[in-house]
Each structure stands twice: as C-alpha cells, then as structure tokens.
C-alpha cells in the first residue's frame, strides 16, 4: 500500500517536472517580450495555454502570439467602466458578490435583458467584466464561472449568432482555461435551435464545461449544487439567496477596480499613456536566458 501511494506521488512529481520543463520550452519558443506582452506571459499564463493545448509547444506558443496581437490591438486592460457603463444598466451580465465552493469569481449573465444593439459596445462589456472577475480572483485561484438565467429570454432578444461565435472565440482563444463551468439555467425549448448552431463553434475542452440545469432534473440540479452554496445562489438559479442588481453600487464598485487595474498595470505611473496612445515599452526581455 505503501509503495502504491510512492508510485502516485512519484508519478505526480514527474509530471510536474514535464511540465516545468514545458513551461520553460514556451518561454524559450515565445522570445524576447517587453511591456504589457512580459507582464501578462507569467508562468501561471503559460501553463494555461499550455493545459488548453494539451501541453503541445509549438500550438501553445500559436495560441499565445495571437492573444498577445489581440491584446495589443484591443487593449482589454484599458478599458474603464464609464465606457461601457450603458451596456450594464439592466444588469444582463454583472461579477457576483459571491463566489463558488472553489473560490471562483462568478459572472452572471441574463441574455433577456438585453438593452442595447451596438454588438461591439455588447462585446466591450463583455470583455470589460472578464478582465474585472480575473482581476477579483482569490490568491491560488484561476478560473471563474458562469450563471446564465433564462428568465425574460425570447427569439427577440436572442443574441446574435455572430455575436456568439465571437463571445465563443474571445473565452477560448483568449482567455484559455479562465472558464471552469458555464451553467445554462433552465433555457426554454425555442433555445434548442440556437444551441445547435452554436455548439459547433466551441471545442471539445469548453464544449464539457457548459452544464444545461433544469429544475425538474435532479441530476443536473445536484451538479450545480456541488458547485454552489445554496444559501449564496440567487432563487433565480434555484438558490435561497434574492438577486438584485443595485447599477448606481455595482458602478463604484467598478469605479474601484478601475484603480487597482491601473495600479496593475502600471498606468498610475508618469510614464503610462492615456488610452489609444502607443504604448511606451522598455527594451524586450526574454522569459528565459537564451540558449548560447
């Protein structure tokens, strides 16, 4: 017995050598980095890419290179709350003030209560709070979930099917392995239809972690629950906890977290630019010496 428990920890080890090892691989593979790119690539980034690649290198450091373009482009670090606070007035996705049994921040989106038409100031929103629930993870932990509540949700406020795809895209080429579950509360029939059309465009890897949840299936109702205290889960998802979203207190909470974000990344110092400025970066690092 003794001797089976060395071997489990023994092989633990060595998978966690592999994957240091691995690590180090990207780090050499990826180059000389500078500014925002060498902030944002920590060992704990790399590691991501690498789990959502199957810790393949060479697809790893792909998938990074054309986050790190993304990023560079969009700026998702720059955006503040006034500039999508009109997209959050009803409140159709917001970080909850709880989180799961693990720790994860929590995102609760309500598609029915869409307010808006513009999908790049919807997709801004989005991207906006994804960064805010990273940024109000606990120490050790890195994943957050979603709840999603149907209620109010109808083909005339459906989401469109691009808008999808690029909220599909976004999470899992740009965000790998920050999504730990999405639970798709008791979505009516009519949702079928659109689920067949997008699910095509989520990968295997995302695709097990959305969880359908209908209050008349025990099954799926227990899963959930295993994730969430019931006392903190909104009545909305089957919880005893009551849902409100206050806009006015969630905006200065969000007034808030616009400081501790630019303190993270630096743009509370001189030298930092204003949105839309060009970023002034020192000279380029590499995240491992070079091999000579």
Request: aromatic share 12%; glycine share 4%; charged share 25%.
């Amino acid at each position: 017995m003794f001797r089976r428990k060395n071997n489990c920890q023994s092989d633990q080890e060595s998978e966690e050598l592999q994957h240091e090892h691995k690590v180090n691989e990207l780090k050499y593979a990826l180059g000389p980095l500078s500014g925002r790119s060498l902030q944002y690539c920590s060992d704990a980034c790399l590691k991501r890419y690498l789990d959502a690649q199957n810790w393949n290198v060479d697809k790893s450091k792909m998938m990074l290179e054309e986050t790190l373009t993304w990023r560079s482009a969009y700026k998702p670090e720059e955006i503040r709350w006034p500039e999508v606070a009109t997209e959050g007035e009803t409140g159709k996705v917001y970080r909850a003030n709880f989180h799961d049994r693990h720790g994860s921040t929590v995102l609760i989106l309500r598609p029915g209560m869409q307010n808006t038409v513009s999908l790049d100031n919807q997709m801004k929103h989005l991207v906006y709070l994804i960064e805010n629930a990273i940024l109000n993870l606990p120490e050790g932990q890195e994943q957050m979930a979603w709840l999603i509540d149907f209620t109010g949700w109808s083909l005339s406020t459906n989401i469109p099917i691009k808008s999808a795809r690029d909220t599909i895209n976004i999470i899992q080429n740009h965000y790998p392995e920050r999504l730990a579950i999405a639970f798709l509360y008791n979505p009516p029939r009519i949702f079928e239809a659109f689920w067949k059309v997008v699910k095509y465009f989520l990968d295997a890897n995302t695709f097990q972690k959305v969880k359908f949840v209908y209050p008349k299936n025990k099954d799926s109702v227990e899963l959930m629950r295993s994730y969430f205290d019931v006392d903190n889960l909104p009545a909305e998802f089957g919880g005893k906890a009551t849902l409100q979203y206050d806009h006015e207190e969630f905006s200065r909470q969000m007034a808030q977290d616009d400081v501790k974000t630019a303190k993270l990344w630096g743009f509370d110092q001189p030298q930092s630019n204003s949105r839309g400025g060009a970023e002034v970066s020192p000279e380029p690092e590499y995240l491992a010496p070079p091999v000579s």
